[in-house]
């Protein structure tokens, strides 16, 4: 699919453009310049509402929870998040840590959960437990203490709230009253009811306890992180430093302890589950089933090449392995698994080469395959039971599209599409009945969201958010530049999907320079056919094309596309990314000397691999946060994918940066790094501030006092970030 530079010249002539310059600023005022969008979308449990999470129209930095009846009539403000958040209030280091983790950049309402009898909507708001009753159209402060109540939720039949204090979990009834500890003792090095470190960051588990089903007991984690080494972090803020001596978990050393734990309602005995006798694993998932008499646990060899699925009784603690996934590369954690209501349940495999469905017997055997073909699914979304039918995601038709479907998981037959094709959908189905609420976004259409019967056909809106006059964006529409796809061959067949996308008024007779924005890293894609940040739209109205590529290690395609990288993470995706840029320089409207580079995290760390490249083609890279050795970072994420530096020394020195930085060429090189990150931790930059002033060699540099990777990063400081970069490109891009 690669297309001739004179046909994608054609795909790609601007007509004349009356729109509107988008002034920088505009990207990062209020109101959300991408339009008002529905985020943590969720159906009620007796299916007459949806509920979701929006910014407010006033403040960027501020959400509030909203709702909509399926019947019809206009959505309404049910928690205003300024009015139950205190502007004053300052997070505990727990919870902003666990909001670094999980993304969460704004304050209010950040997060809810409905009880399963739809009676109760449970909302922490900064450190307290609030409880919305839907009956009495009220909500009601449950706590007010000096600590942050963390992870809080409401009991599955609504009888409890629970939450983790001071690391020690508290239930008190849902209706009011005294507080319970179910655990006391915990402390910063051993804590319950908690997510360590690693499971937050690299494992999307953000939790470390579970109600069962009945109410009546709580499954939940101990950590133990007394044997993980302190690693001493500098972080400077604007009125001073501080070394924060952390635990974090470098690859080849200790983890941190994980036992699990069933805790009764009643008083009675807690009962430790037997997680066998290895204990330097990772505790990947936790479950339990419909009835509650089951405890299912996913335990995670320490090399990730196997992973277990137990079976528990949670009254003995004691379970058998009824599943078990072996990989030669690695074994990726998912929330595919699905307990259904007759013992059995579904699984995802990628035994066939591609993620697929299977349902297999309550003694782990293989029932039947659900799903099958040369695609991969993403993940269930949802169950229907009682039509037997399954609701999941998958990249079926491309890589770069992602759709709904569903398909009889009793009598699997072709997967019939939910949602139409050419975009980008996520979905949040009910636990009844098969309908789902459902985003739809695609390069000329910002995030829409709306309700769907099970047979895909809609509803109504919830946030149509439609591109039109009265839209924030609507005045610079004509400006949206829409990207082009094609693919080009990696060194060993593979098809290597890109987008590329012009700037406002582009002319195929000129030519321009190219910043080729890039990740790289596994477990996220660039190239796909969804709405862009309008952050990119200042470097496109700076005159830039933008090129991204999809390498190999990358996610959506076949397994033997994303193990490629085993063991030589740094290698195989930097081949690619120049196969890109050499395709670029066979455009006849690009500038082949002038295309540059910029990525942030494992981005940050291809942008110096690519600018340090044998007879590199990139002139100027922004390397944002930048991993630059791997010893350096964590065990899950680095393991994974690396192995040991004890086992696989080879690699480790390969990937390695600093040793590459004799090729850098002079004044070529933006470092910037958050000086508070605890995730890629600043000593990585440092690293290369110092290599680079031994050798004499000009560069620059931009560091942002107290932010950390993902979060603190406000409006301003993302416009700051932006601008340095576009005036850095274009005094290192352009012609004088």
């Known amino acids: 699919m690669k297309l001739a530079p004179a046909a994608l010249a054609a795909l790609l002539v601007a007509a004349p453009v009356m729109a509107e310059t988008l002034p920088p600023q505009r990207i990062f005022e209020s109101p959300d310049i991408s339009g008002p969008r529905a ?193 001493d972090r500098p972080e400077v803020n604007a009125t001073g430093a501080r070394v924060v001596p952390q635990r974090y978990p470098r690859p080849g050393r200790p983890n941190a302890k994980v036992d699990l734990y069933v805790q009764p309602l009643d008083g009675g005995a807690r009962v430790k589950v037997d997680l066998g006798p290895d204990a330097d694993i990772y505790l990947g998932r936790v479950d339990w089933s419909k009835d509650g008499k089951t405890l299912y646990v996913q335990r995670e060899s320490r090399d990730q090449r196997r992973l277990d699925l137990l079976a528990v009784d949670p009254k003995t603690g004691q379970g058998k392995v009824i599943l078990t996934e072996t990989s030669p590369h690695w074994v990726d954690l998912t929330d595919d698994f699905k307990p259904l209501k007759d013992g059995t349940f579904l699984w995802s495999s990628e035994t066939s080469g591609f993620r697929h469905l299977y349902l297999h017997a309550a003694d782990g055997k293989v029932i039947r395959q659900v799903t099958r073909g040369d695609w991969p699914v993403d993940q269930v979304e949802g169950v229907d039971e009682a039509t037997k039918r399954v609701i999941f995601s998958a990249f079926k038709d491309k890589p ?135 952050e990119d739209q200042i470097l496109l109205d700076a005159g830039y094309i933008l090129f991204r590529l999809d390498n190999r290690g990358t996610p959506h395609r076949a397994t033997s596309f994303k193990t490629a990288i085993d063991r030589r993470m740094g290698q195989l995706e930097v081949d690619d990314q120049i196969a890109g840029a050499k395709y670029l320089q066979s455009l006849p409207y690009v500038d082949g000397h002038r295309i540059g580079v910029s990525g942030w995290s494992y981005g940050g760390y291809m942008t110096l691999l690519m600018l340090t490249a044998p007879d590199s083609p990139f002139k100027a890279g922004v390397a944002g946060a930048p991993v630059t050795d791997w010893k350096l970072y964590d065990t899950h994420y680095t393991e994974r994918f690396m192995g040991t530096p004890q086992d696989n020394a080879e690699g480790y020195a390969k990937s390695e940066v600093v040793n590459r930085l004799g090729r850098l060429k002079p004044g070529s090189l933006l470092l910037v790094h958050g000086m508070a990150d605890d995730n890629v931790t600043f000593d990585h930059s440092t690293r290369v501030l110092f290599a680079l002033q031994a050798q004499g060699k000009p560069f620059e540099t931009m560091v942002y006092p107290g932010l950390r990777h993902r979060g603190g990063w406000t409006p301003m400081n993302r416009m700051h970030r932006a601008q340095q970069m576009v005036e850095f490109f274009d005094r290192k891009l352009k012609a004088p």
């Open 39 to 231: 985020k943590g979308v969720r159906l009620s449990p007796d299916g007459r509402s949806v509920t979701y999470i929006k910014t407010r129209a006033d403040d960027l930095t501020v959400t509030d929870l909203w709702i909509a009846d399926v019947a019809g009539g206009e959505p309404r403000l049910l928690l205003d998040g300024k009015k139950l958040a205190p502007a004053e209030r300052e997070l505990s280091e727990a919870e902003k840590a666990r909001r670094e983790r999980a993304g969460v950049a704004t304050r209010g309402v950040v997060d809810y959960a409905w009880d399963q009898l739809g009676k109760l909507i449970l909302a922490p708001v900064e450190g307290d437990v609030w409880v919305y009753d839907v009956a009495a159209g009220q909500a009601r402060q449950l706590t007010r203490t000096d600590g942050d109540e963390i992870d809080a939720k409401i009991s599955p039949k609504g009888g409890f709230v629970s939450y983790v204090r001071d690391d020690n979990l508290y239930v008190m009834p849902a209706a009011g009253g005294a507080e319970r500890a179910l655990t006391t003792g915990g402390s910063e090095l051993k804590s319950w009811g908690t997510a360590e470190f690693i499971a937050q960051e690299e494992m999307d588990r953000h939790t470390g306890y579970w109600w069962s089903p009945d109410d009546k007991a709580i499954a939940l984690a101990f950590v133990d992180q007394t044997g993980v080494d302190i690693v």
């Open 400 to 534: 770069i599209e992602r759709r709904i479907y569903s398909v009889s998981y009793a009598k699997p037959g072709e997967p019939k599409a939910l949602t139409p094709a050419g975009g980008t959908w996520t979905v949040t189905v009910a636990d009844k009945g098969g309908a789902f609420a459902g985003t739809y976004e695609d390069p000329k259409t910002p995030p829409q969201t709306a309700l769907y019967r099970a047979d895909g056909t809609r509803v109504r809106w919830i946030e149509e958010n439609a591109l039109k006059p009265g839209h924030p964006f609507w005045p610079y529409a004509d400006r949206l530049r829409e990207p082009a796809f094609g693919t080009i061959k990696a060194a060993d067949g593979s098809d290597l999907w890109w987008s590329l996308r012009t700037p406002p008024g582009f002319d195929a007779s000129k030519k321009y320079p190219v910043i080729v924005q890039v990740y790289g890293g596994p477990g996220s894609a660039r190239v796909g056919a969804n709405w862009h940040t309008p």
